[in-house]
């Protein structure tokens, strides 16, 4: 992730990283990422949608303007 970061010369605090997998998240959440857990389960320390349906309200509620 630190180097997609570097390429796209983003800072880690601007991004919000989605996935299914609550192990892909802790990795994007330990450099500073907002993260998103789509699925069923539940997983400390990340945001949580049942459905990428509920996304557009989600980057609505978490990016600026």
């Avoid at 998240?25 to 450099?31: E, H, I, P, S």
């Avoid at 500073?32 to 509620?61: C, K």
Wanted: glycine content about 10%.
């Amino acid at each position: 992730y630190r180097k997609l970061l570097d390429v796209l010369g983003a800072p880690a605090a601007s991004c919000v990283f989605v996935d299914d997998s609550a192990e892909n998240l802790d990795t994007g959440r330990a450099l500073g990422m907002t993260t998103v857990l789509v699925g069923p389960r539940n997983a400390p320390g990340h945001m949580r949608l049942s459905s990428p349906r509920e996304l557009p309200a989600a980057f609505a509620a978490l990016l600026p303007g």
